[in-house]
T-cell receptor, first 112, second 112 residues
Framework: KAGVTQTPRYLIKTRGQQVTLSCSPI?????VSWYQQTPGQGLQFLFE???????NKGNFPGRFSGRQFSNSRSEMNVSTLELGDSALYLC???????????FGAGTRLSVL | KNQVEQSPQSLIILEGKNCTLQ??????????LRWYKQDTGRGPVSLTI?????NTKSNGRYTATLDADTKQSSLHITASQLSDSASYIC???????????FGTGTRLLVSP
C-alpha cells in the first residue's frame, strides 16, 4: 500500500510569506504528526493530530499551525516566514497515537 | 527536562565490521523506545520499538537492547554494509506528556 505522501517536496519562499504543506497518511492511519528537522536541532516535534483533533503540541510559536481533515489528510501552515524556518518538515502517520510511525520523505523549505 | 542523548555523534567503520550505537535517556516515565534509520534526504524509517519490559529486539542485522534501570539503550549493527550509511535516531515516548523525545542522532558512514 502507498506510504506517507508529502507535497510539495521542495519549496522556496521569502521572509514574511506564508506556506502550507500537505501530508497524506497511509490508508487506515488516523494519527498524523509533524516534525521540523534542522542540522543543528535534530527532529523537533510540532504537533500531533488524531481524528481531526490536535492531541499534542510542541514548543513552537503560534505562527505554526495545522489541521487534519475527516479523511485523515493533514496540512501544516507557517505564517510570516522567518529565515530560521528553513528546514525539512516531516510528516509521520500511525494507526493510533503511540503506535509505530511511518514517515514521509519530507518537504524541504528554504526561506530567503 | 526530559532528554535523549546519543553517542557517538558520528562514526566511520569499514564494511563488514560490527558497531554499537548508544542512547541514554532521562525521560520518565516512558512507554517505549524506538530506533530509526534516516538516509540522507529521506524520512526516518523505523528499525525497532521496545517497551520498558523488553530487553532486546532484533530486525535482521540490527539488534537493539534496553536497560530500563540504567536508562540506556544500544543499537548493534552486525556485518555492516555500505547501505547502512545513514543517521540513526533514538526516540523515547514520554508517557506523562504523551510526546516523543528525539535524540540528535548518530551519523554512521560505512567505508568500503
Amino acid at each position: 500500500k502507498a506510504g506517507v505522501t508529502q507535497t510539495p517536496r521542495y519549496l522556496i519562499k521569502t521572509r514574511g510569506q506564508q506556506v502550507t504543506l500537505s501530508c497524506s497518511p497511509i490508508s487506515g492511519h488516523r494519527s498524523v504528526s509533524w516534525y521540523q528537522q534542522t542540522p543543528g536541532q535534530g527532529l523537533q516535534f510540532l504537533f500531533e493530530y488524531f481524528s481531526e483533533t490536535q492531541r499534542n503540541k510542541g514548543n513552537f510559536p503560534g505562527r505554526f499551525s495545522g489541521r487534519q481533515f475527516s479523511n485523515s489528510r493533514s496540512e501544516m501552515n507557517v505564517s510570516t516566514l522567518e529565515l530560521g524556518d528553513s528546514a525539512l518538515y516531516l510528516c509521520a502517520s500511525s494507526f493510533s497515537t503511540g503506535d509505530i510511525q511511518y514517515f514521509g520523505a519530507g518537504t524541504r523549505l528554504s526561506v530567503l | 527536562k526530559n532528554q535523549v542523548e546519543q553517542s557517538p555523534q558520528s562514526l566511520i567503520i569499514l564494511e563488514g565490521k560490527n558497531c554499537t550505537l548508544q542512547c541514554n535517556y532521562t525521560v520518565s516515565p516512558f512507554s517505549n523506545l524506538r530506533w530509526y534509520k534516516q538516509d540522507t534526504g529521506r524520512g526516518p524509517v523505523s528499525l525497532t520499538i521496545m517497551t520498558f519490559s523488553e530487553n532486546t529486539k532484533s530486525n535482521g542485522r540490527y539488534t537493539a537492547t534496553l536497560d530500563a534501570d540504567t536508562k540506556q539503550s544500544s543499537l548493534h549493527i552486525t556485518a555492516s554494509q555500505l547501505s547502512d550509511s545513514a543517521s540513526y535516531i533514538c526516540v523515547v515516548r514520554d508517557t506523562g506528556f504523551q510526546k516523543l523525545v528525539f535524540g540528535t542522532g548518530t551519523r554512521l558512514l560505512v567505508s568500503p
